[in-house]
């Protein structure tokens, strides 16, 4: 897992944002945080996460995309962190799942297909519009396909032989346009949870998730019906 701070002016607050799979910190670094540090993980090729990153920390608030929400909850189940509240973000704690997750058929067809051309599809579908993906790729990570393939693989490994760990959530905010964890089946994952939903009308990826990630968000304890 590689960790990159995109603001520290060593703020008591930090927020950890974990992104999905692909990633790296392009596509988020017109994040604000409200002058929180803001502090990125993604490449989930191995899980290992270096705590002393947040050392001297007040307050933490942990918010996790798409993959990163099962990412964040490997990395932080052991570590004594202070978090204030924590937020998912379009993915379950069951990334590879077909009621809670993402279908495993899904999934299998895109590590084995996995090039420039079904990537660039891919991304088509997280964007949820032709204009949104044209927007997106003007940030998009600079990684190789054999590096994310790499990345997808290992999570499978990872997801289908690491124990399931205990993890709370806050809150899962669920868009209700998104086409890689589909809508459905992270209501389901979370109502299992008994965590606090809220809908967007959102695709899975949309610069809006995440452009004030450091505002205080208040969490009224409501579980799902």
Same mark, same amino acid.
């Given at each position: 897992?590689? /960790?990159? @701070? ?5 703020? !008591?607050?930090?927020?950890? @944002?974990?992104?999905?799979? %692909?990633m790296?910190a392009t596509?988020f /670094? ?15 090729? +191995? ?7 947040c050392?001297?920390?007040? =307050?933490?608030t ?5 993959? %990163?929400?099962? *990412? ?6 052991k ?5 204030? /509240?924590s937020? *998912?973000?379009?993915?379950?704690p ?5 009621r809670? %997750?993402? *279908? ?8 084995q ?8 599809k891919?991304?088509?579908?997280m $964007? %949820?519009?032709?204009?949104? $993906?044209?927007?997106?790729? +003007?940030?998009?990570?600079q990684?190789s396909? =054999?590096?994310?393939?790499e990345?997808?693989?290992a999570? =499978? /490994?990872?997801?289908?032989?690491? !124990? !399931?760990?205990a993890?709370?959530?806050?809150k899962?905010?669920?868009?209700t ?11 389901r994952a979370?109502k299992? =949870?008994? +965590?606090e ?12 998730l995440?452009?004030?990630?450091g *505002? ?5 304890? +409501?579980k799902?019906?």
């Amino acid at each position: 897992m590689k /960790q990159i @701070f995109i603001h520290q002016q060593h703020s !008591p607050h930090l927020v950890i @944002f974990f992104a999905g799979w %692909g990633m790296d910190a392009t596509p988020f /670094q017109s994040i604000e945080t409200a002058g929180s540090d803001l502090l990125i993980c993604y490449d989930y090729r +191995t899980l290992d996460f270096d705590a002393s990153l947040c050392t001297g920390y007040e =307050e933490i608030t942990v918010v996790a995309w798409s993959m %990163g929400v099962w *990412a964040a909850m490997q990395a932080l189940h052991k570590e004594k962190l202070p978090i204030a /509240q924590s937020i *998912a973000i379009n993915g379950t704690p069951y990334p590879i799942d077909d009621r809670r %997750g993402i *279908a495993q058929a899904v999934f299998e067809g895109t590590l084995q297909g996995l090039n420039e051309e079904s990537l660039r599809k891919f991304q088509r579908r997280m $964007c %949820g519009s032709a204009t949104a $993906c044209q927007e997106f790729l +003007t940030i998009a990570p600079q990684r190789s396909v =054999e590096e994310l393939k790499e990345e997808l693989s290992a999570i =499978e /490994q990872h997801y289908t032989t690491l !124990p !399931p760990v205990a993890f709370h959530w806050n809150k899962a905010i669920v868009g209700t346009a998104d086409r890689i964890f589909l809508a459905e089946n992270q209501y389901r994952a979370w109502k299992e =949870e008994e +965590t606090e939903i809220e809908t967007v009308a959102a695709a899975h990826y949309a610069t809006a998730l995440f452009q004030s990630l450091g *505002a205080p968000v208040t969490t009224n304890k +409501t579980k799902p019906e």
